[in-house]
């Protein structure tokens, strides 16, 4: 942190100037957050959240103006020339500015397309990498990313467009990576067919993680061909769900056991 | 995996039973551990670490016995069979132990492995998610791992040993996903040839970065053709490097100049 007091001040040059951090807030637990992104966020003058940040880590920034940018109560969010504009005005200003997102800025988070405009603008930016909701909603379910003699390699990929997933998973040889799918939930079925469709067993071990590091985390444990019916009763339809598909997910059951995560508060669906 | 473990036992709650919380440690800094991993470490009467945490993290644990397991000074490192039986050890004689690794326990970790051991044994274990290098190394460098248009998608995969990276990278649609190699430096001349001959373009952007997050952080860019003679001078020819491949590479001379790196106190070789 001391680094980053010099950091700014070389970077000014022009007195006044304010910065902008782009912070990653972790899964969604606020003791998830490094101590780089808890004093960036207790320096912050201005913060600009996405609305999957928990209220628990906004209140780590008690003196900030805090302007949520994300999509929330069905409203539409922010257009992201309007989030880089705010950012861009309150650094001319002379605030230092956090931009907050949740897991890391730059797993589709869009913290390149930020740190590209302000980078255009002039503002001095620095970016504090956070613990990836990719990672740690596994992790969290008792299911390690790799594992040795079950998976040495890992595949993080958007089920938003098929466009994305697509080219990836239908070449990806049966097996040779732990598969990870973030904003999946709407793409289970067709993620399923297409795996298949490429050779990899229905009977490959798959989760669907709702929440991870929050009090309302579901589990749904199954296969790769029981995966389109995946639900958690409690969980609303549009709550983005991670699915991880590989023999990985055949340990949770032994790592972080049914009865574990409901004592820590959190449900299974399976 | 599963039927060999009661899970019944591992939640006894017997009295006197210490516990084991693995810890990811993050990519080298100590303020980029989570305040979890902090809380931990505070908490901590045993401290089992690898060799590349740094000592400012290990400071953070200053009441704990600590023991290094990992390879040291050209030692080999502890056989993964008795760092099981020591954290086994000091967890039944009541130790609230820490098992420290860097970056995320559950990227090539082996911290599955240790957790199965544990449950084997009844000792309540749970794990704190780390900031992983994989990801970590390329933001700290000004490459974001996705980025919109370029890549929605990345891969992870560990170069230690061609039987992993081989059946992925050579299958890999060329610009489906960003490619990052854990432990890759050795094997960044077979890796280069076999994706040029699977399409990629020689000219795809790649990097090679070491010691991220760290005070001798450093950074060499050049192209997937290049990438065989990537070196940096003052970088000693064992240290972990990471490389990635792929459009988004392009991206970090104007996120992170080299000029930035340096007032950093880091350097680049490129």
Known sequence: ?????SVASRQSGRPGLGRVTLVGAGPGAADLLTVRAVRALEQAQVVFYDALVSRETLELAPRAQRFCVGKRAGRPSTRQETIHALMIRAARRGRRVVRLKGGDPFV???GGEEMLALASA?????????????LAAPALSGIPATHRSLSAA?????GHAETAWGPLLTTLPPGAATVIVLMGLGARGAISAAMVQAGWPRSTPAAVLWGAATAVARRWLGTLGTLPEAQASSVTQDAPGTLVIGEVVALAAVLAPADELEERGEAHAC
Chains 1, 2 share one sequence.
């Open 1 to 5: 942190v001391s680094g980053e007091i």
């Open 154 to 158: 890992f595949v993080v990929v958007s």
């Open 122 to 134: 002039g503002v001095p930016c620095e970016v504090v990498p956070g613990v990836s909701s990719a």
């Open 108 to 110: 589709f988070g869009r």
